[in-house]
């Protein structure tokens, strides 16, 4: 059973910096999609940044020269730095992925929760003024 449980959420003030982190387990496929989605209260859960396999990666405007996504293939872990944060960034941050043989097919571009099969239980991120 393919699991993600994510990491290193916390409150910063504006302008600070965090890493959040993402260990996969369970799955055996080489090829993945894994992707980073925020929810703040009262909107709707949206898609941060994406990374492929094949070492593509995609960025919200909102996060945009801010945030890099990145991952450790040797520790199955997904990482998120996020860098100059902002206090419309407060939100539960989430990490999805799909593993599969055709995972990287359309991963740029898979932005709602149905292009994920497997979801972490998310990690807090408050920023204050």
């Known amino acids: 059973q393919v699991q993600l449980v994510e990491s290193g959420g916390g409150s910063v003030q504006s302008g600070g910096s965090l890493r959040l982190s993402c260990a996969a387990s369970?799955?055996?496929?080489?090829?993945?999609?894994m992707a980073w989605f925020r929810q703040a209260p009262g909107k709707e859960r949206e898609r941060v940044a994406a990374?492929?396999?094949?070492?593509?990666?995609i960025y919200a405007d909102s996060v945009e020269g801010r945030f890099t996504i990145s991952r450790d293939n040797a520790k199955n872990t997904l990482y998120l730095q996020m860098n100059t944060l902002k206090p419309e960034d407060t939100a539960m941050y989430y990490c999805?992925?799909?593993?599969?043989?055709?995972?990287?097919?359309?991963?740029?571009?898979?932005?709602?929760?149905?292009?994920?099969?497997?979801w972490g239980q998310g990690t807090q991120v408050v920023v204050s003024e």
């Open positions: 999805a992925a799909r593993f599969s043989r055709f995972a990287n097919v359309g991963c740029m571009v898979a932005s709602s929760n149905r292009d994920f099969g497997v």
């Open positions: 369970g799955y055996t496929e080489s090829r993945y999609c």
């Open positions: 990374l492929d396999s094949g070492g593509r990666t």
